[in-house]
């Protein structure tokens, strides 16, 4: 099943948080090995955030800062952590927003963003935040292209939660005086398809493009056997089937649960080459890599049908807004 954007959503931190005041109070002592320090005043126990993956890391980050500043509204990826939307490795920056200041600021790892666009203000949960349309927007100027595509497709995904129709969201940047990244929005509003179960399939989708494949028709449907199976990607020129296995498509954490889906997901495959389809399986890393899906797909027969596309495959190691240790080995979340 799609991971959802609510079951995303970090609406509390993913290791316990306390001020400097609550230790005391507590009678623990903040400045010890036990604790880490995550911002000025805000501990967590070390051993639980060193344990963290990238991704949470961010969000523990998120929500030590909001501890500290209840009042400050959380935009862009700071915002997509609240709505579930995918981020990948570690953000550098807490993002804000401001709209009194007269520019935006920066302050340490705190980005305080203010614009003449204006942006609706919700609560979620104990945090305020930019709406989800002005967060996806916000952050579809911004993103590198495949990671962009992942958020746009997540918003109007209703099999991944979303709630957000693509005319309404280009609707939406159109009406902003800012023209910041249109041109990565022209891309986006071309090729968002709300039929993406998962940010894998996005990225995939990206790079299939990018290294000349022909376009593969999603979520198509073949039945026999007395079942219905449907496929990530069904290249019909040559009949060939592509799966992107997502971090979560097995509930690898889950023995049990992960025993079984793994071993219907072999019969399923075992269906489907039953009936005469090649098959490419790859994985999100692999698609980041570019190579071994390249290869999958070559092996499986799918056809090259335009040039290779150098420039828009470099943006998947050029992450700019990455801590600099995740810059260049992007991860799924």
């Known amino acids: 099943m799609p991971l959802l954007l609510a079951d995303r959503a970090a609406l509390t931190a993913p290791v316990p948080l306390m001020t400097y005041a609550e230790a005391r109070m507590r009678g623990i002592r903040a400045a010890s090995a036990a604790q880490l320090r995550v911002r000025s005043g805000i501990y967590a126990p070390r051993a639980a955030y060193l344990a963290l993956r990238p991704w949470e890391r961010y969000e523990a980050r998120v929500h030590a800062f909001a501890l500290a500043h209840p009042d400050a509204v959380l935009c862009l990826e700071s915002a997509a952590i609240v709505w579930g939307l995918p981020l990948f490795g570690e953000t550098r920056d807490v993002h804000v927003f401001d709209p009194e200041r007269g ?45 962009a595509l992942t958020v746009v497709d997540a918003a109007i995904s209703r099999t991944q939660g979303g709630a957000l129709d693509l005319a309404e969201l280009h609707d939406h940047a159109s009406g902003q005086v800012t023209t910041r990244g249109s041109a990565r ?27 000349g494949f022909e376009d593969p028709e999603l979520q198509q449907e073949f ?111």
């Open 185 to 211: 929005q022209r891309w986006l509003w071309d090729r968002a398809d709300g039929r993406a179960e998962s940010p894998a399939e996005s990225v995939s989708r990206a790079v299939i493009e990018w290294c």
């Open 103 to 147: 520019r935006s600021r920066r302050f340490g790892d705190v980005a305080v963003h203010t614009s003449t666009d204006e942006r609706a203000v919700v609560r979620r949960g104990p945090l305020l935040c930019t709406s989800m349309i002005d967060t996806v927007v916000d952050l579809s100027r911004v993103l590198p292209p495949a990671e």
């Open 223 to 333: 039945a026999g056997e007395g079942v219905r199976d449907r496929v990530d990607f069904f290249f019909p020129s040559v009949g060939a089937i592509g799966e992107s296995d997502g971090w979560g498509k097995y509930d690898l954490e889950d023995a049990a649960k992960a025993a079984v889906r793994l071993r219907d997901e072999k019969r399923r495959e075992d269906r489907l080459r039953r009936r005469g389809h090649p098959f490419a399986r790859w994985d999100l890393n692999d698609a980041w890599r570019v190579v071994p899906l390249h290869r999958a797909l070559l092996a499986a027969g799918v056809p090259l049908v335009r040039p290779r596309h150098p420039a828009m495959l470099a943006t998947l190691r050029h992450r700019p807004r990455a801590v600099r240790a995740e810059r260049e080995k992007p991860l799924p979340a």
